[in-house]
């Protein structure tokens, strides 16, 4: 008996040596792919991610605060929640602004330096306020206005040009071996450039998310140190100025960073060609168009509406000009460049999802923090712990995300007939697609919390009779707002990412830096809904007071609001982005798209 259990465990020893150096190697080698993907670092970056890092802290620290800064300054609620809505919007066209400059003009390394400048200047009179004029309210309003004036043009770079800056530098620059060759100037060809700024995309998203991670707890505990404002202020200045500066002294080691031209011209020019021949017919064979490369007689993406925009690289075999003439006059484009176009606005059914949206995420900066003020602040979570958690969930979904998606489409590959390249590519669209339904789905529920959160807390306030007690603290801790920041977290995580994946798939590689300006411009318009329907409903629901105010009823229209949104997002979904990728048979993204 001893013996045949000594020879089975022998056999099992052996088979399992068999097997471990195979898993072991296999384990091993994803690791160290995984660790030489992300952590691609050159001496460039090292200058950036102080920045970055920066712009979390200063977020976190001051900017997610202004609504209580108006509050205590005396500002009414209803004031207060226009004011810093407004400001949202404004940074998106901003934001427009600066990304245009930085490409046409500038570059975005002197975009950042003036933004940063900006953005530091305005700290400083934050300061200066509160050291000089602490008890002089008027005086301190309007220097906080003009503070968020100046951090609306800072925090206007971070997106478009700092984003689109830290990849370049991530990028695996290899040297041209054929320099000797008349090819030297060549252009590589576009396969091997989307390689290696997928492979850069996917490094500078680490990068930022860990420098953003370091700022937002970097202000967390420098709020656990002091709470006064003037110390905080002065921090937050001392901390973006020494940022910038540091970012400046790194401009030798930068790669490259001359204006390329905007493309927002070209789709104005594009837009304005195809306007001016909307009377000529349409195309008749595929030599109708100027310089077109793929041969087909309809130009990608074929969406009906918009399918006038052909026109813009249609011959005009009526003028005595050449092709080239009509070009330099502005009337005929490459194919190229009206598909460019086409791509762009085929994203409009999708954006108009955004601004409800848009409106559920302006509560999370200003009536959230109000929230966090009326009530007994925990000494774990205080507000600045209540962002960094919100913080915390929007970085870790993408990655819970792409970890679960990855290996569900590697299970289900060998499962197709197709081409694993193609049918990956379809699964994450529709994936991403989903995704964005399931945050939309989140922000019903996150407005049904908040609800009842704010529901709980004015029975509160009416059981002890104190509605008119100028908004004092009683017995409710900040603990009861961690679902709702939790979920506004969530939502922000799901749908943010995913739009930026949905875009990047959709549009040409020249305005993927614009991903952030187009999809907040739509959220953007969420935000000036926002200030709309609060002065709508000043005198009604919202009164000088969070506690003579009505939020509850507020967060129910949000929350209805939002689940109309979720609906009308599944049938724009169903309708045309869940077959976006099938238009005229082709089942290749990169073409039907």
């Given at each position: 008996?001893?013996?045949?259990?000594?020879?089975?465990?022998?056999?099992?020893?052996?088979?399992?040596?068999?097997?471990?150096?195979?898993?072991?190697?296999?384990?091993l080698?994803?690791?160290?792919?995984?660790?030489?993907?992300?952590?691609?670092?050159?001496?460039?970056v090292?200058?950036?991610?102080?920045?970055?890092?920066?712009?979390?802290f200063v977020?976190?620290?001051?900017v997610?605060?202004?609504?209580?800064y108006?509050?205590?300054?005396?500002?009414?609620?209803?004031?207060?929640?226009?004011?810093?809505?407004?400001?949202?919007?404004l940074?998106?066209?901003?934001?427009?602004?600066?990304?245009?400059?930085?490409?046409?003009?500038?570059?975005?390394?002197?975009?950042?330096?003036?933004?940063?400048?900006?953005?530091?200047?305005?700290?400083l009179?934050?300061f200066?306020?509160?050291?000089?004029?602490?008890?002089?309210?008027?005086?301190?309003?309007?220097?906080?206005?003009?503070?968020?004036?100046?951090?609306?043009?800072?925090?206007?770079?971070?997106?478009?040009?700092?984003?689109?800056?830290?990849?370049?530098?991530l990028?695996?620059?290899?040297?041209?071996?054929?320099a000797?060759?008349?090819?030297?100037?060549?252009?590589?060809?576009?396969?091997?450039?989307?390689?290696?700024?997928?492979?850069?995309?996917?490094?500078r998203k680490?990068?930022?998310?860990?420098?953003s991670?370091?700022?937002?707890?970097?202000?967390?505990?420098?709020?656990?140190?002091?709470?006064?404002?003037?110390?905080?202020?002065?921090?937050?200045?001392?901390?973006?100025a020494l940022?910038?500066?540091?970012?400046?002294?790194?401009?030798?080691?930068?790669?490259?960073?001359?204006?390329?031209?905007?493309?927002?011209?070209?789709?104005?020019r594009?837009?304005?060609?195809?306007?001016v021949?909307?009377?000529l017919?349409?195309?008749?064979?595929?030599?109708?168009?100027?310089?077109?490369?793929?041969?087909?007689?309809?130009?990608?993406?074929?969406i009906?509406?918009?399918?006038?925009?052909?026109?813009?690289?249609?011959?005009?075999?009526?003028?005595?000009?050449?092709?080239?003439?009509?070009?330099?006059?502005?009337?005929?484009?490459?194919?190229?460049?009206?598909?460019?176009?086409?791509?762009?606005l085929?994203?409009?059914?999708?954006?108009?999802?955004?601004?409800i949206?848009?409106?559920?995420?302006?509560?999370?900066?200003?009536?959230?923090?109000?929230?966090?003020?009326?009530?007994?602040?925990?000494?774990?979570?205080?507000?600045?712990?209540?962002?960094?958690?919100?913080?915390?969930?929007?970085?870790?979904?993408?990655?819970?995300?792409?970890?679960?998606?990855?290996?569900?489409?590697?299970?289900?590959?060998?499962?197709?007939?197709?081409?694993?390249?193609?049918?990956?590519?379809?699964?994450?669209?529709?994936?991403?697609?989903?995704?964005?339904?399931?945050?939309?789905?989140?922000?019903?529920?996150?407005?049904?919390?908040?609800?009842?959160v704010?529901?709980?807390?004015?029975?509160?306030?009416?059981?002890?009779?104190?509605?008119d007690?100028?908004?004092?603290?009683?017995?409710?801790?900040?603990?009861?707002?961690?679902?709702?920041?939790?979920l506004?977290?969530?939502?922000e995580?799901?749908?943010a990412?995913?739009?930026?994946?949905?875009?990047?798939?959709?549009?040409?590689?020249?305005?993927?830096?614009?991903?952030?300006?187009?999809?907040?411009?739509?959220?953007?318009?969420?935000?000036?809904?926002?200030?709309?329907?609060?002065?709508?409903l000043?005198?009604?629901?919202?009164?000088?007071?969070?506690?003579?105010?009505?939020?509850?009823?507020?967060?129910?229209?949000?929350?209805?609001?939002?689940?109309?949104?979720?609906?009308?997002?599944?049938?724009?979904?169903?309708?045309?982005?869940?077959?976006?990728?099938?238009?005229?048979?082709?089942?290749?993204?990169?073409?039907?798209?």
């Amino acid at each position: 008996m001893a013996t045949s259990v000594q020879r089975n465990l022998i056999s099992l020893i052996i088979n399992f040596q068999l097997v471990r150096p195979s898993w072991f190697f296999s384990t091993l080698c994803r690791v160290t792919g995984c660790v030489k993907l992300h952590l691609y670092f050159t001496k460039a970056v090292f200058f950036i991610l102080g920045l970055i890092s920066s712009h979390s802290f200063v977020n976190n620290a001051v900017v997610f605060l202004w609504m209580d800064y108006l509050i205590d300054l005396g500002q009414s609620l209803p004031l207060a929640t226009i004011a810093l809505n407004v400001q949202e919007g404004l940074c998106v066209i901003c934001t427009f602004l600066i990304a245009n400059i930085a490409d046409a003009y500038t570059g975005p390394y002197k975009a950042i330096v003036f933004s940063t400048a900006s953005y530091a200047f305005g700290l400083l009179l934050w300061f200066l306020a509160n050291r000089f004029w602490g008890n002089s309210s008027s005086t301190v309003i309007i220097l906080l206005y003009l503070m968020m004036v100046l951090a609306t043009v800072g925090k206007a770079s971070q997106d478009p040009c700092l984003k689109a800056f830290l990849r370049d530098q991530l990028v695996e620059h290899k040297p041209n071996l054929n320099a000797d060759n008349d090819q030297a100037d060549e252009v590589p060809s576009k396969p091997d450039i989307s390689i290696d700024y997928d492979k850069a995309e996917v490094r500078r998203k680490f990068w930022w998310r860990i420098a953003s991670t370091v700022g937002t707890v970097s202000s967390v505990i420098m709020a656990g140190g002091s709470d006064q404002r003037m110390m905080t202020s002065a921090f937050s200045f001392s901390v973006m100025a020494l940022a910038g500066l540091t970012f400046a002294l790194g401009k030798g080691f930068y790669y490259s960073d001359k204006p390329t031209g905007s493309p927002l011209i070209v789709i104005y020019r594009v837009l304005k060609a195809a306007f001016v021949k909307r009377h000529l017919q349409h195309a008749r064979e595929p030599n109708d168009y100027y310089m077109n490369d793929s041969g087909g007689l309809l130009l990608l993406p074929d969406i009906r509406i918009i399918r006038w925009l052909d026109k813009a690289a249609l011959l005009e075999t009526s003028k005595s000009l050449s092709a080239e003439e009509q070009e330099q006059n502005g009337r005929l484009f490459p194919v190229r460049d009206v598909q460019r176009v086409k791509q762009l606005l085929a994203m409009v059914p999708m954006w108009t999802a955004l601004p409800i949206h848009g409106l559920v995420l302006a509560t999370g900066s200003t009536f959230f923090v109000v929230q966090s003020e009326s009530l007994y602040s925990d000494p774990v979570f205080s507000i600045n712990v209540l962002f960094l958690l919100q913080g915390f969930v929007t970085v870790i979904v993408p990655y819970v995300h792409d970890f679960l998606v990855s290996g569900w489409i590697k299970k289900l590959i060998p499962m197709h007939h197709v081409g694993p390249i193609w049918i990956q590519k379809l699964l994450k669209h529709r994936v991403g697609l989903v995704r964005i339904a399931i945050g939309i789905a989140c922000s019903i529920i996150c407005c049904m919390v908040s609800m009842l959160v704010e529901t709980r807390r004015l029975n509160l306030i009416k059981t002890r009779g104190d509605a008119d007690a100028d908004d004092e603290p009683f017995p409710m801790s900040t603990v009861w707002l961690v679902p709702q920041f939790f979920l506004i977290g969530l939502v922000e995580g799901l749908v943010a990412d995913g739009l930026a994946d949905f875009y990047n798939i959709h549009v040409d590689e020249s305005l993927e830096h614009y991903e952030s300006p187009f999809n907040e411009s739509a959220i953007g318009v969420g935000k000036f809904l926002s200030a709309a329907l609060v002065l709508t409903l000043s005198g009604s629901w919202f009164h000088g007071t969070l506690n003579t105010s009505h939020l509850d009823k507020y967060y129910k229209l949000l929350g209805i609001l939002s689940s109309v949104n979720l609906c009308f997002y599944l049938l724009v979904m169903y309708a045309y982005a869940w077959k976006a990728l099938q238009v005229n048979g082709s089942p290749d993204p990169e073409v039907s798209t």
